[in-house]
């Protein structure tokens, strides 16, 4: 067991750390004779994702410092290794609100016992915020001295950095850090919050639900509103009077729209369709508005799921 980092996920050893404790091990059990019976090495697999870093002696193929280290305590020397690059001090700013799909830096040191050149990765992992364990190459820029600029998932939540440095001889060095995802941050005020909020339908038990629609206002986007599994449904804003209404952002749950129209009305029964989209992909949709109107309505008339339409955040900023 590990302890949980600054975003509460499990704070994942350095490559050092695991090398050191293979070392430890083996000397603890080489080192008790007449008392310890023997050990058993568990070595995962050849796998490079979440659990292959945590876990693996040569994740893809490639050798690291964990590896060397049972090299030597079967063998009794590293003598003539070429050994893997050494990174620590890994850093990620701002860790705990990075907006979605902007940057935030990723900064560390990197060295190579051997002075080999390096070629610097980063790559990213969902395990937290989506399932999904694979380690997708992250699109990002070097400012040098061991600082990287990354841009970030859409996907809002925890997510696994990884800095993967390789010497071009069959071995890398790999360091990961946690980066909080969270919406971008929108210019004005959010006169949604907390207003009157009305929906077709909500689920009242299903997961995390009751899911009623005034938590798609709340400010939060750990809470959400969430409708029944059919088409079409709708999710409505009273904001108590006629508003300036400038940007609209849309945070969606996975259980998103692929088809929707914004509409807005003075008086809540004249509606007027003022933006519509057939390619809603579930992230996080910033609409430009220059409208005034009290009521403000999604349409929603085509799931991207087969579940039903769910919103973290239904922002109106004036």
């Known amino acids: 067991e590990v302890p949980d980092d600054a975003n509460g996920v499990p704070d994942e050893p350095t490559d050092v750390q695991k090398r050191d404790g293979y070392t430890k091990a083996w000397d603890c059990t080489t080192g008790h004779r007449g008392v310890a019976l023997g050990a058993t090495l568990f070595h995962y697999g050849l796998e490079h994702d979440f659990g292959g870093v945590w876990f693996n002696l040569i994740p893809g193929g490639l050798k690291r410092l964990s590896y060397y280290s049972v090299k030597k305590a079967f063998t009794g020397s590293n003598a003539g ?11 990620v700013t701002p860790a705990g609100s990075a907006p979605a799909g902007g ?158 129209e914004v509409q807005v009305s003075d008086d809540g029964n004249a509606w007027r369709t003022v933006h519509t989209t057939t390619t809603g992909n579930g992230d996080i949709d910033t609409i430009a508005l220059t409208e005034t109107a009290r009521h403000v309505r999604l349409q929603l008339t085509a799931r991207g799921t087969g579940w039903g339409y769910s919103l973290h955040e239904f922002g109106i900023y004036s």
């Open 81 to 91: 290794d070429n050994l893997p690059p050494v990174i620590s001090n890994m850093t």
């Open 103 to 260: 940057e935030f830096t990723v900064r560390a040191d990197i060295r190579d016992p051997e002075n080999d050149p390096l070629t610097n990765k980063i790559f990213l992992s969902g395990n937290y915020a989506t399932g999904d364990k694979a380690l997708v190459p992250a699109q990002f820029r070097s400012t040098g001295n061991g600082t990287f600029a990354v841009t970030a998932p859409e996907k809002l939540g925890v997510w696994k950095v990884y800095i993967q440095s390789e010497d071009g001889k069959g071995n890398a060095g790999i360091e990961t850090e946690s980066v909080k995802v969270v919406a971008p941050p929108v210019n004005g005020t959010n006169v949604a919050l907390g207003k009157p909020t009305t929906a077709s339908s909500s689920q009242a038990s299903y997961g995390d639900c009751p899911c009623p629609p005034e938590r798609a206002t709340d400010g939060r986007t750990d809470t959400r509103w969430a409708s029944d599994w059919s088409d079409p449904q709708w999710i409505a804003v009273d904001l108590g009077a006629r508003t300036p209404l400038r940007t609209l952002q849309l945070v969606w749950d996975p259980a998103y729209a692929k088809s929707y």
